[in-house]
Nanobody, 116 residues
Framework: QVRLVESGGGLVQAGDSLRLSCAAS????????MGWFRQAPGKERDTVAT????????NYADSVKGRFTISRDGTKNTVYLQMNSLKPEDTAVYYC?????????WGQGTQVTVSS
């Protein structure tokens, strides 16, 4: 009943910026948390950043604090991840997630590749 579609990934050089978008559709409602996760080859999927539906309580992984910013536009049902000062170690498939009352919904991911 909820669909998430990520976009904005690409190939960039170290130090560049990207903005990822996650458009949500379906019975979204309220009282949920949305976030960005990433998975590099051979590694587990890790949390990058999360934010409440209201825009409150943004939370970041230590590895991206000061570089990434998560935000949301309730009118457009879209969550963004602004990524600055990208590093090669940021290379991964980035997934959007929505959680409500213990139910998780996932997008299909968007590839981010950062060259040195």
């Amino acid at each position: 009943q909820v669909r998430l579609v990520e976009s904005g990934g690409g190939l960039v050089q170290a130090g560049d910026s990207l903005r990822l978008s996650c458009a949500a559709s379906g019975r979204i409602g309220s009282g949920y948390t949305m976030g960005w996760f990433r998975q590099a080859p051979g590694k587990e999927r890790d949390t990058v950043a999360t934010i409440r539906w209201s825009g409150s309580n943004p939370n970041y992984a230590d590895s991206v604090k000061g570089r990434f910013t998560i935000s949301r536009d309730g009118t457009k049902n879209t969550v963004y991840l602004q990524m600055n000062s990208l590093k090669p170690e940021d290379t991964a498939v980035y997934y959007c997630n929505l959680e409500r009352v213990g139910t998780y919904y996932w997008g299909q991911g968007t590839q981010v590749t950062v060259s040195s």
